[in-house]
């Protein structure tokens, strides 16, 4: 099978679906969508995904899959080992809410589309857009901390890695990415570094994709 | 079992996960939380969800569900009947793709706490604060439209009602309530009005809540 995903470096939510794929052992090359130069924007792109963001997986001829959580969703069906989700119905509702806690709460309020409009409808300054930034970035690391601060470990759901790992992580990276104190927020922080002590994490990082900057 | 769903009237998240339980034939009585007066953030509700936000579901003594779709999934993984994910794997990825374009995409960006900010953070006034939601709210719908206009309905995944059809629908109902024009979205529209001639759309609408404005 050929299999292509359509990301970006500095896409966090890219970063999702590489780790999963590796997670699971899945082969895939990357197509870059520049982002900060608005290719995500372009008519070939917008065929691919109307919604002009980055993640898109394309399998063979199939039709593209889009949103990181549904692809993440849909490897686990058809690749179910290794799993990212517990196995009781509770503990998945538990994991997955943890997850939407970044991909729904967090990160669609930090996007390069919602950056654009503070930039050119809003008309913010550049303090006032990293303020935005850091305030959600920081709400979600919060609500995050007050959940797993009791947690066993070494990840969210306990001895294995799922998609709240793979959520909290991204965030956390994309917090570091922004230079963000995370001092307040030691569990979330000692989670996401036993995951990208993982291979398949570090691999995934964005500074290790085509086009990031070289040097950490 | 005892089941309480803490919501509020305006909420398109709890109308998500009443329509759910309402589809699945659940019972459950509701706790009206006010965001309009911050009751979310009142300490004894902040220890039922972190986030402070709306939906959370209590089953007996079990800890509190959050976040809508994974309510959701959970509701499907228990109470598989009547399904609200098709069955194959790819549909699958379809039908969460398209919820989450609303879930995670769209609705996020207009909550009470963005709102909030908004208005006591970057104090926009009233017209730039409507122009944000209408943006937003648009942006998916067109993103929808333009996946849906060649589906064969009534529904999003065909003939039968999904989590993209309730994810829709709520969408559709927000749209409704700031008055935004919708003629471009002929085919959202018509999705919508075929779920909300359901019962179990009808009795979860937000005008129909405890608290709702009397008049339509």
Request: a neutral charge; one cysteine or more.
């Amino acid at each position: 099978m050929t299999r292509t995903l359509y990301g970006f470096w500095r896409s966090l939510a890219a970063f999702r679906v590489r780790a999963a794929m590796n997670l699971k052992g899945l082969d895939y090359r990357e197509v870059s969508i520049d982002l900060f130069n608005g290719e995500q924007d372009l008519p070939a792109f917008r065929a691919i995904n109307p919604m002009g963001a980055v993640p898109a997986l394309v399998e063979d001829d199939h039709p593209p899959l889009t949103q990181s959580l549904a692809i993440i969703e849909y490897l686990e069906e058809v690749h179910p080992a290794p799993p990212l989700l517990p196995a009781s119905p509770r503990a998945r509702a538990h994991c997955r809410a943890l997850a939407l806690t970044v991909a729904a709460d967090a990160h669609p309020l930090v996007t390069p589309r919602v950056r654009n409009y503070l930039d050119h409808v809003l008309k913010v300054d550049e303090p006032t857009k990293m303020a935005w930034i850091e305030h959600w970035s920081r709400t979600a690391l919060r609500a995050l901390e007050r959940q797993l601060v009791d947690a066993p470990g070494p990840y969210c759901m306990g001895p294995s890695v799922t998609v709240a790992d793979i959520c909290l992580t991204t965030h956390v990276v994309g917090a570091r990415l922004f230079k963000f104190d995370l001092a307040e927020f030691p569990t979330c922080v000692r989670i996401a570094d036993a995951c990208l002590a993982l291979e398949a994490f570090a691999r995934a990082h964005p500074l290790e994709q085509v086009g990031a900057p070289a040097a950490r």
